[in-house]
């Protein structure tokens, strides 16, 4: 079952703006993490924010976490064509080493 | 450089025959995992490793067959029980550390279809 709910489910911004996507999970997480995916190729993993964080940045890339609404939010600033793919938050459970996949955010910039 | 190879990219599957999907990991990593991922959703388990020779089912194993014979490589066998196999397959890996909650590293997937 899909722990983790991508909202929206589609995005489309011009090129300079910045994108922010959510996630909301279900149960308690030990983690949470981003991944990015282009068009028919593999995940990538872009950042990890644990249960005891509420925000973390990475480049252009700003996460924050709030447990007691089981949401988590990224946040793209200054937006490149180059950002331009599927977003997909994935929950981590306390003990347990597998990770739970959303459906994810499909991002279009805009030239 | 370290990385994760996915072989076929394009396999074609004739009904009643089993197929072999490729991976091969070159990162030293323990943990390995297969997902299955059909078109506009997220990602599902199929099985993982955290061990030579151990491997665990994960949430949609029916059909799926593994192997963790050495560290490096991980093949998944789709068998002829597994009435719909088309879909993009992704194999992955991560370090085992004592916490689990490791980044997890993709290859390029292997996109199966039925002839």
């Known amino acids: 079952s899909q722990q983790g709910e991508e909202d929206p489910q589609a995005l489309s911004i011009q090129e300079g703006e910045n994108a922010t996507m959510n996630c909301s999970y279900k149960t308690s997480i030990n983690n949470l993490q981003w991944y990015r995916q282009n068009s028919g190729r593999g995940l990538v993993h872009l950042i990890l924010?644990?249960?005891?964080?509420r925000e973390k940045h990475s480049g252009r890339l700003r996460v924050t976490l709030d447990t007691s609404k089981k949401s988590s939010s990224l946040l793209i600033t200054a937006s490149r064509a180059a950002d331009t793919a599927s977003y997909f938050c994935?929950?981590?459970?306390?003990?347990?080493?597998?990770?739970?996949f959303g459906t994810g955010t499909r991002l279009t910039i805009i030239p | 450089d370290g990385g994760i190879t996915q072989s076929p990219k394009y396999l074609f599957r004739k009904e009643g025959q089993n197929v072999t999907l490729s991976c091969e990991q070159n990162?030293?990593?323990?943990?390995m995992y297969w997902y299955r991922q059909d078109p506009g959703q997220g990602l599902r388990l199929i099985y993982y490793s955290q061990i030579v020779n151990d491997f665990q089912k994960g949430d949609i194993a029916e059909g799926y067959s593994v192997s963790r014979e050495k560290k490096e490589s991980f093949p998944l066998t789709v068998t002829s029980a597994q009435k719909n196999p088309t879909a993009f397959y992704l194999c992955?890996?991560?370090?085992?550390?004592?916490?689990?909650?490791?980044?997890?590293?993709f290859g390029d997937g292997t996109r199966l279809s039925i002839l």
């Open positions: 992955a890996s991560s370090i085992q550390g004592l916490d689990f909650y490791q980044p997890q590293h």
């Open positions: 990162l030293n990593h323990d943990a």
């Open positions: 994935a929950t981590s459970l306390r003990g347990n080493e597998k990770l739970t």
């Open positions: 924010i644990r249960s005891n964080e």
